[in-house]
């Protein structure tokens, strides 16, 4: 069993940057794969970008290659998501989730125009 708890979303205007962190409970944070997602009003949730449990291999969304960033510290059980450049369209609900099994509550991230 593993608990996630996403942290730092805000208002920010387009163009910002803001850096979501995700705080895993459990000592074995480095056997799970970390994702983060993303569900926008009316809209299913979709995949933002992955890390595996090393973090040597990492995986993006088209639609945020070369603005985000995921990264992590499994010294501290925290994965984060950089994100630069936000566009209005990147406002949505951010969820961490562990293998994909494992779902953080989300934080919001809304990016004015």
């Known amino acids: 069993q593993v608990q996630l708890v996403e942290s730092g979303g805000g208002l920010v205007q387009a163009g910002g940057s803001l850096r979501l962190s995700c705080a895993a409970s459990g000592r074995t944070f480095s056997n799970y794969a970390m994702g983060w997602f993303r569900q926008a009003p009316g809209r299913e949730r979709e995949f933002v970008a992955t890390?595996?449990?090393?973090?040597?291999?990492?995986a993006y969304a088209d639609s945020v290659k070369g603005r985000f960033t995921i990264s992590r510290d499994n010294a501290k059980n925290t994965v984060y998501l950089q994100m630069n450049n936000l566009k209005p369209e990147d406002t949505a609900t951010y969820y961490c989730?562990?293998?994909?099994?494992?779902w953080g509550q989300g934080t919001q991230v809304t990016v004015s125009s």
């Open positions: 890390i595996s449990g090393t973090g040597t291999n990492t």
């Open positions: 989730a562990a293998d994909r099994r494992f």
